[in-house]
Structures are given as C-alpha cells and as structure tokens.
C-alpha cells in the first residue's frame, strides 16, 4: 500500500485551521486514510492510502478532503482554466505504439523545497497507481520557457532521432542507445518491446522534450528558476490519461499555480482541450444508498454527506433519486455502491447506529459451511492445506498442463504487473504443482490440497465470468499412484454421504498417463479428473517423483 508522511504544519496552512495531533489522528481514518506511523515531536504523521485513491498521494489532496469533513469547504472544489494558445499536434503514427496523448500549461509556480518533493512524489504515484508503472501512463513535466510551441506528437524509428536524455552523461544518443545504456532506459525497455517505432514530442524546432515513457529531454529540465511548466501524459487508455492529468493539475492548482488549456488536434480533426475538470454526474436511487448504509437520511440530509466528501448533490428530476456530481480527480467512482461508501463517510461512521438488523448476526454462506467440512475432511486424510493465488501464469495454467489455451475461453489480464500472474486460474492443479516445486527439496511424502476459486467466463452472469469452488489434491513420493489417490477419492466421497452415487469411469485427458485416469461422476454428472501425472508435465514443474492427483467442481457436489 502506498503511504505519504504528513508535515501538520504544512497541512495546517493547506487546511486553514490550527490541527491538534490527536484529533487529527482520528480524522484522517475517518476519511480512509491508515495510520502508520507517527512523529509527535517533529509533529509529522505517516499515513497509508489506498491505491484506488491516488488523488491523496500528496498534502493537497488530503487536505481538499480535510475541508469538506472539518465543513471549511463543502461541495465540489473550484479550480480556474485558463484559455490557452498552446497546441499538440498529434500524428497518426503513434496509434502504432502509444495512441494518446493529453496536456495542461501551469503558470506562475513558485514551489517550496517540500512542494517540489510533492510533485516529484506524485509522479511517482501516478506513474504507479494510475500508469501500471508507466506502460498505461507516463507523465512528463517540463519547463516550459525552454521549448517553443507547437509541439508535435509523433512515432519514429529506433535510430532516426538522437537528443540529450535526463540524468544521461551529457551527450546525445538515438533511442535505441538510451533503452541499451541510460538506467530509465533499460527500467522501461520493456514496454517498448517489439515495437518497430517508438513515440516523441518535438516543439517547433525539432526540439526534444520527451521520449514517453522513458525519458525527457535535458533541454526542459525543471529548476528552482523555473516559472512556468508544460505537462504532457502519454498512455494507451485516453481515460486513464486525462485522470492522472486531472489529479497532478488539481493538485498543482492548490498549490497556488495558475492552470491553462492545451489543445490537441488529432487525426480526422477531432480537436481536444485539456486539462478539463467538469463533473460528472450520476443518478443514484436514495433507497439504494438508505438500505447498504442503514440509514433513512433525507434527500437534504444526504446532500450534505455528499457535499462533505467534496461532491455536489441535488434532488433529481427522476422520482426516488438523487443526482451526484463527481470531481474530475476521482478515478475510483465507477459503481451506484461507491455512493454509499462516500455518504456514510459524510455521516460518518462513528455516527452509524449499532443495531443488530432483522436476522440476527451473520453467519457463514452454504458454499462456506460447506468448504470448512471438506477442509476437515481432507486433514484427517493426512493432507496438508495450501492458498494460492486466484491469479495465475496462463503458461503453468495451459502449457505446462499440456492444455490447449483457447484465448476465447480464458481471462487474460490486459495490463499485468508480472507476468506471473497475467491470467485468472481456471484449474487449482497447476498451482499444487508449482508449490510441490518451490518445496521438492521437504521430506517426502508430499500430501497437498486446496479448497479454493477458479474463474469461468458465463454469457448468463453479469460480468461475463463466473466463480466456482473446486478440490484439488495432489500426492507426491516414489510410491505415488492411482491406487493412492482412487483410495483418498473414496474416503471424501464417503465422508460427505455420496458414495452410492459416484463412480470413476476410464478416460484419457492430456495432463494425466493414459489408461491411469478416469472422469469423476456424481449422479451421471462429470464433477472432475482423477490419475497419475504426465512425465512431460513433471518436467515442467522440474519435479523427478510420480505424482497423482485430482481435481472436482464442489458447486456441483453442494
């Protein structure tokens, strides 16, 4: 989780109110904020956010928040855009390697040594948070009076372009020389892999002010005489741009700098300006929000929660509902239950009546109940529970299991921060075995099992996927076989009171040794797999014992 530390003085002058340490203590939790740590005598805290909420990885943004709950300030911030004359012209080419492209102008800077540490961080953040560690978003910032507009967006082979990169040796090197020697370079080749041109910002003298996502140029460095900044965001989702661009100028904004408009002429005439920090607006049903948060606030009374939470809220014109207006620099609203969450905050949680509702107190669902009773029975079994990841590698998940990888059936994640774990499992078998792997080396046998979710796509579900609960098990020794795992198939089967109704009928599949292995059966319905392990696949998890295994559907067994 990322975490900000918090000078009070600072926050104190960015509030506009004197802050008591205590109290302060508690107000930040009650904004989301975690505590991790505090300083009482230099009067610092520590503070964790959550990643969803990268508007508070500087002072300003918890600060903005701070208003709304101390009611200093309610409703949505204001922020002043100033027109400006400063245009990108944004070339067709990039749609080959990065399509997007969104800037702002910010005058009259005038940043303390803690508010260019904030920037800096914020950078950072964003690059972190919003920018999947530059591949969705990489930020520039530049000093504007360096550069001569307009400036030009454009793609360009590996060798066609040499310029003097940030933090270099002083000297010019063509692109391709910087993601070979440069530090940035070789940290963020990799998004540039296999690309035949790479992205560019030129202004109008050919000048290199960026090479997105690696680098700037030297040529606008920012220093403590610079005035005015230019900030270009680059990225592959224009969504995800334009937020972390709203954020970093928000925050910039409060900070006392002046914002101005850029416009960004891309291919066919379509002509953007940005920054833009118009609200959204959503229609949210009253009762909805009442019934999660177990209140019975008014239509007035939950305007001013929203108005707290720094949003606007007035009774809509459809019966039942209100209508919210969401801040540009929220990135995290994207569903009506993110409205409860945001209006019991504004109420305040400390204030949520504490009944027990019509019920009782909770208790554990079925398929839980359920899952518990397996676990048990699979340790009196003699097999040792591990957790794993639903995540998974989609090679471990297909490849290593000699499966076919059938790209329409699998969910693969577009934006992986490793490619460990690019996919969501669809097996829990390939996991056992790649636990086996990380401990080969521990006392033999090796009895494993894992009650746990697999994720199927479903036309019928409203997210196009479905979870399921499956049981794999999995034994590992010189002496394992199908005999072994038959008889540990038996004793749950037994255990659960579905004996009469199961059978093992022989069967070949892929990841098991033909004529060792068999369907699982339920009442004539296929619940799973059971048999001794391919040498191939042993192989590909480097495990030298026979292994056996199975894996069945419990939703189908419940």
Not at 250 to 272: I, P
Not at 318 to 330: F, L
Not at 458 to 480: C, F, M, P, W
């Amino acid at each position: 989780m990322p975490t900000i530390d918090l000078k009070i003085e600072r926050l104190e002058r960015l509030v506009g109110k004197k802050l008591d340490m205590k109290s302060l203590e508690f107000d930040l939790q009650m904004i989301s904020l975690d505590l991790e740590d505090i300083d009482p005598v230099e009067r610092k805290i520590k503070v964790e956010y959550n990643p969803n909420r990268p508007d508070f990885s500087s002072p300003e943004g918890i600060a903005r928040a701070l208003k709304g709950y101390y009611e200093i300030e309610l409703g949505l911030p204001k922020f002043e855009i100033s027109q400006g004359n400063i245009v990108v012209n944004v070339d067709p080419s990039v749609k080959r390697v990065r399509p997007y492209i969104v800037g702002g102008v910010i005058r009259n800077i005038d940043l303390d040594e803690d508010e260019v540490a904030t920037l800096m961080n914020i950078q950072e953040q964003l690059h972190w948070a919003v920018g999947r560690d530059r591949s969705k978003v990489a930020i520039g910032v530049h000093d504007l009076d360096k550069v001569t507009p307009p400036y030009r967006y454009t793609a360009v082979e590996p060798n066609a372009v040499k310029f003097t990169p940030l933090h270099g040796d002083g000297y010019p090197m063509d692109l391709e020389e910087i993601l070979l020697i440069h530090e940035k370079g070789i940290e963020y080749a990799h998004i540039l892999e296999g690309k035949e041109v790479y992205p560019i910002i030129f202004d109008k003298n050919n000048e290199v002010l960026s090479f997105p996502p690696i680098i700037n140029g030297e040529l606008t460095t920012v220093t403590d005489k610079t005035q005015n900044l230019f900030l270009d965001l680059t990225g592959t989702e224009f969504h995800a741009v334009n937020l972390g661009l709203n954020i970093l100028t928000t925050t910039l904004a409060d900070m006392g700098a002046t914002l101005e408009s850029v416009k960004l002429n891309y291919e066919g005439g379509k002509e953007f300006i940005t920054p833009k920090l118009d609200a959204k607006k959503w229609e949210v049903k009253e009762q909805y929000i009442n019934d999660v948060v177990g209140l019975h606030l008014s239509t007035n009374e939950m305007i001013k929660c929203f108005q707290k939470v720094r949003m606007d809220a007035a009774k809509s014109k459809k019966k039942g509902y209100i209508d919210v207006w969401v801040p540009a620099y929220r990135g995290d609203i994207m569903h009506p239950i993110d409205f409860t969450e945001e209006c019991g905050i504004g109420y305040g949680y400390t204030n949520l009546p504490k009944n027990i509702p019509i019920g009782g107190i909770g208790e554990y669902h079925p398929i839980q109940e359920y899952q518990n009773r397996i676990r048990k029975i699979m340790i009196g079994a003699g097999y040792l529970e591990v957790l794993n990841f639903i995540l998974a590698n989609s090679e471990k998940q297909y490849e290593y299991m000699r499966q076919k990888n059938d790209k329409k059936q699998s969910i693969e994640i577009a934006n992986p921060v490793s490619k460990e774990y690019n996919t969501m499992r669809v097996q829990i078998l390939p996991n056992l075995l790649d636990t086996i792997r990380l401990n080969r080396s521990e006392e033999k046998p090796i009895r494993l099992f894992e009650v746990g979710d697999i994720i199927e796509l479903s036309k019928n579900e409203e997210t196009g996927a479905k979870r399921n609960v499956n049981l794999a098990a999995i034994t590992y020794h010189e002496d394992a076989d199908f005999t072994e795992i038959r008889s540990t198939l038996d004793y749950i089967i037994t255990s659960l009171g579905y004996y009469d109704d199961y059978e093992v009928k022989p069967n070949d599949n892929n990841t098991y040794i033909k004529g060792r292995c068999g369907e699982i059966f339920l009442k004539n319905e296929k619940i799973g797999y059971i048999g001794e392990i391919q040498p191939e696949i042993l192989l590909n998890f480097k495990l030298e014992f026979p292994t056996a295994a199975f894996e069945i559907d419990l939703q189908k067994l419940l």
